[in-house]
């Protein structure tokens, strides 16, 4: 209760500049009560009129100001005023008030008449007031401005170096490791996490030190922030979001004073968890450079790495970061006593994506033949937030369509959404070029079909889909696989260079269409060439280093090589995918009939898979006959 009270009346800037402005409001309302007490009712003249009843005497006990006049009025000022008027005039005060004007005669009249007059006091408590309180409430308001227009909205200018963390409270978070699937060894990892927070004596007793901190790595949508936010669930404790990016801002030394004060939030909601996401950010390798914004990043840095030291892991306090990039942060930050845990959430195996389905499908009302299992086998590569998406996508789809539940086709159409693209139906496409796609693609496929290390082949279409895809081939392992032999590769290249062959086959000449297989088929040969010592000529060596390891191109280049290296790899290139399209063409030269038949079926249908496309694929050139294509 204590540490509420001081909570609730604490007194700082908010408090202090919102009861301000009621302080000033009350000093300038009673200045004006006390301007309007001494003010006396008046009969406002003109000063041609002062000028006359002046004339005649009517005036008297004259206050004379630098630009006005007051007096008395005497008993017939009214009927001269009346005439003056042209109309009756009734006076409530004999008080008069004029403005007054240049007049050199004034004071000699007022000699000759003998009237008794005097000067008034100039100064004005009023005005003096009104001098110096206008312009203060203008730059008041001019600071407000600037306060709101440049800084945050939680403090403007003077909150700029409060931390931009988001503070989920214990009740505020409902994800747990029920919400989590397809990462079951990381989530292994994190349950250690979780009895350091709940039972911290335990390993203390023993003399143990308690991480502190968890480094997630893995590629982008995998699933690392969730994990954070399961683990502050299971363990019951305020979870403290922020990103890598929000340290750094346009003011020198503002990131190392947000992170100072994160630290002394976390500390005040120990136990609790802090957790920076893209923390890559934030912790680049230190070097030398002559741009002053880096200077500010390495200050934020040096800054987090000294209190990671500084605070006192038996209070409670856990650091989780995430990051896709951990190949490029400071050594500094991963050595231990700093990020002593290293956890890989990796793309999850064909179990983990029907793991992970069956979470995104609780709530969606499935139909009886949708098969997660088969969903899960057509999605190879794909994380938590692909599967997430086609689970959206085939509710979206569903519900379009009117249904009451989502169906197995639903599910289908979302895959092909998500992997080729939307369908283009308005794009128009001539019967000589929509014949050409159908024999490209009937290539991949018959290629495919043909070679015993090649994915087998799901569906053929010919249906325009994305930015520039006029038609596609889907295939879908039988398995998951971390490595390839030089005999999958080269038949995974044969199948890349079937489409270009078969256009080679029927035509004689190929198209643009197969930019995009050439380019994957060559980034594989040289892949071949430089990475994985495939090559006769150049035997088991490397040429370049990866960079990247969760971040798809990876970014590679090449080490320091000679010009002769340099041309034995290109023509090494060149053989091989020379090598494997001539193998692709001999096997359509072989089945050309097989070849003829499954485009003009391709052409009719525009779709094909299942049962009809392997029949279409196992059917021997022998037993073929024209009319089986209709």
């Known amino acids: 209760m204590e540490d509420k009270k001081k909570k609730t009346f604490k007194f700082g800037p908010h408090f202090s500049f919102r009861y301000g402005w009621y302080l000033l409001f009350f000093i300038i309302l009673l200045f004006v009560f006390l301007e309007l007490s001494r003010f006396t009712p008046r009969t406002n003249i003109s000063y041609s009129e002062f000028k006359v009843l002046l004339k005649d005497g009517l005036v008297d006990d004259l206050l004379i100001g630098e630009n006005f ?23 409530s005060t004999n008080r008069f008030f004029t403005l007054r004007l240049d007049d050199p005669e004034l004071m000699k009249l007022l000699d000759e008449k003998g009237l008794h007059y005097e000067a008034a006091k ?87 030190k308690i991480p502190k901190g968890v480094l997630l790595v893995g590629p982008p949508g995998t699933g690392k922030t969730l994990l954070a936010k399961a683990v502050a669930g299971e363990a019951g404790v305020p979870f403290i979001s922020i990103s890598g990016s929000s340290f750094v801002e346009l003011f020198v030394g503002v990131g190392a004073a947000r992170v100072r004060d994160l630290f002394k939030q976390a500390e005040e909601k120990a136990p609790c968890i802090i957790f920076i996401d893209e923390i890559d950010a934030l912790g680049k390798v230190r070097g030398v450079s002559p741009v002053s914004g880096v200077d500010e990043r390495e200050q934020t840095l040096a800054q987090l790495l000294t209190e990671m030291d500084g605070f006192d892991s038996k209070k409670g306090v856990i650091i989780m970061a995430a990051t896709n990039r951990p190949e490029i942060l400071d050594p500094a930050l991963l050595r231990p006593g700093r990020f002593d845990r290293h956890i890989v959430v990796d793309r999850p195996d064909i179990k983990g994506r029907e793991a992970i389905l069956k979470v995104h499908t609780r709530q969606v ?53 998500v992997v080729a693209g939307l369908k283009k139906k308005s794009r128009y496409i001539s019967r000589r070029e929509k014949e050409r796609v159908a024999y490209h693609e009937a290539g991949h496929a018959l290629v495919a079909a043909a070679l015993p290390h090649a994915d087998p082949v799901h569906r053929i279409s010919i249906v325009p889909r994305g930015v520039a895809a006029l038609g596609y081939t889907l295939q879908l392992p039988t398995e998951d696989r971390y490595l390839m032999t030089r005999s999958e590769l080269m038949d995974k290249l044969a199948v890349l260079l079937g489409g270009r062959a078969a256009e080679e086959t029927i035509y004689q000449e190929v198209s643009t269409g197969a930019q995009n297989d050439l380019e994957q088929a060559t980034e594989i040969a040289r892949a071949m060439v430089m990475d994985y010592g495939m090559s006769e000529k150049l035997g088991p060596q490397t040429f370049r280093k990866r960079e990247a390891l969760f971040i798809e191109p990876a970014l590679r280049h090449r080490e320091d090589i000679s010009e002769e290296t340099a041309r034995l790899i290109d023509q090494e290139v060149a053989k091989i995918i020379e090598e494997a399209h001539q193998k692709a063409y001999e096997i359509l030269v072989k089945h050309r009939k097989r070849l003829e038949i499954l485009a003009q079926t391709l052409l009719i249908k525009e779709t094909l898979e299942g049962e009809e496309l392997e029949k279409l694929l196992q059917l021997s050139p022998e037993n073929v006959s024209t009319e089986q294509a209709s």
């Open 365 to 417: 009302k499935l139909a009886p033949d949708v098969d997660l299992k088969i969903i899960a086998a057509r999605t190879p590569g794909m994380v938590g937030a692909d599967l997430a998406n086609v689970v959206n996508e085939a509710a979206l789809l569903a519900a379009r369509k009117g249904k009451s539940w989502v169906e197995m086709e639903d599910f289908e159409e979302a895959v092909d959404r």
């Open 69 to 91: 006049i007051e007096g008395e009025l005497k008993p017939r000022a009214s009927e001269i005023l009346a005439r003056l008027r042209q109309k009756p005039v009734k006076l």
């Open 122 to 208: 100039e100064a004005s408590w009023l005005k003096e007031l009104l001098s110096w309180v206008l312009p203060l409430l203008f730059f008041l308001g001019l600071w407000i401005l600037l306060m709101k227009r440049f800084g945050p909205p939680e403090g403007g200018l003077m909150g700029v170096a409060k931390s931009k963390a988001r503070i989920y409270v214990q009740d505020e978070i409902e994800v747990t490791f029920k919400d989590v699937a397809g990462v079951d060894e990381a989530v292994e990892e994190l349950q250690q996490i979780i009895d350091f927070l709940k039972n911290p004596q335990k390993f203390t007793a023993l003399g143990g």
